[in-house]
């Protein structure tokens, strides 16, 4: 029997050949548009959020107190470890205050992930829709309607009260990460940790709690900087002698802000880009060993 010609083209024509990766490479600089709109708005994006950054790096070691950099010293840095007493006790109540409420933000967040996910009860949909509320709502209402709380139950204001607020505050954000690792969870690893004969606790610490460990970690860490850098809610709670550092900056902007805080803003820039690096490689290490 005679092949047609013409079939024979159009199956040669239709079959994909494998690409070595010179090839693929090549393909994906052909369609590398070093000047598309998409790349400008990258650009436009990443100036908007790091300039300002850059900025303060800058006049942290500016000589003088003014918008103009008159000089480079480290006199900032000088009065910041050695005269300021007060900015470093606002700065050791916000991770006394973050530490903590991420701590149990994260052990609650947890347990009601696999609580919610794994069980059906009643009510199951409504504790779901409420959880999510201090995520959703603004600050100033979840702030506002905290303080009317504390004040109902005649509780004195101060770091227990900023406590109980960031971790209310941040307890759905843990909930969230670590539903979103339950979603991808392989309920078989359960059945043959059972089927080895491990006990409900052994597969909890041993089994379940490494697989889900980075959404855990992801919550705690989102925690730790939702807690650090919350203003409106502490606001709302604080007492006397409860003040962290947002308040502090807050309450020196009557003032003018002090170049202090530029040294300062470096010095935590730089602590949060080392953990975020580390965390990273940490992450990648757990993610690879599932």
């Given amino acids: 029997m005679t092949k047609n010609p013409f079939r024979i083209l159009i199956t040669r024509i239709n079959t994909k050949r494998p690409t070595n990766e010179p090839a693929r490479h090549a393909r994906r600089a052909l369609k590398h548009k070093p000047f598309s709109f998409s790349n ?3 650009m436009i994006t990443f100036a908007f959020l790091f300039l300002p950054l850059l900025v303060i790096i800058i006049y ?3 000589e003088s107190k003014s918008s103009d950099f008159t000089g480079f010293s ?6 910041l ?3 300021s007493p007060n900015l470093w006790a606002a700065l050791l109540n916000s991770f006394i205050i973050a530490l903590s409420s991420s701590a149990v933000a994260t052990v609650l967040g947890t347990l009601a992930a696999l609580g919610i996910s794994w069980y059906k009860f009643k009510g199951k949909l409504y504790i779901q829709a409420i959880s999510f509320l201090p995520m959703i709502l603004p600050e100033v209402i979840v702030g506002v309607s905290t303080l009317i709380f504390f004040s109902g139950i005649n509780v004195p204001l101060g770091l227990f009260t900023i406590f109980a607020a960031h971790t209310t505050f941040c307890l759905p954000f843990v909930f969230l990460m670590v539903t979103a690792r339950i979603d991808e969870f392989d309920f078989s690893i359960i059945e043959a940790a059972h089927d080895l004969g491990a006990t409900d606790v052994q597969t909890m610490f041993k089994v379940i709690l490494p697989a ?21 809610i502490t606001f709302f709670v604080s007492g006397p002698g409860s003040t962290t550092l947002p308040l502090y900056v807050y309450s020196m902007i009557r003032f003018g802000v002090s170049p202090v805080i530029n040294a300062l803003s470096f010095i ?3 602590g949060t880009c080392i953990v975020a690096f580390s965390l990273r490689r940490f992450l990648k290490v757990i993610a690879a060993s599932k």
């Fill in 81 to 83: 470890f050695f005269d």
């Fill in 212 to 232: 889900i460990m980075p959404g855990v970690l992801s919550g705690f860490m989102m925690s730790l900087t939702l807690s650090l850098e919350d203003f409106i």
């Fill in 268 to 270: 935590m820039i730089l």
């Fill in 40 to 42: 400008l708005i990258m």
């Fill in 74 to 79: 480290m006199i900032w840095y000088k009065k």
């Fill in 60 to 62: 942290s070691f500016n």
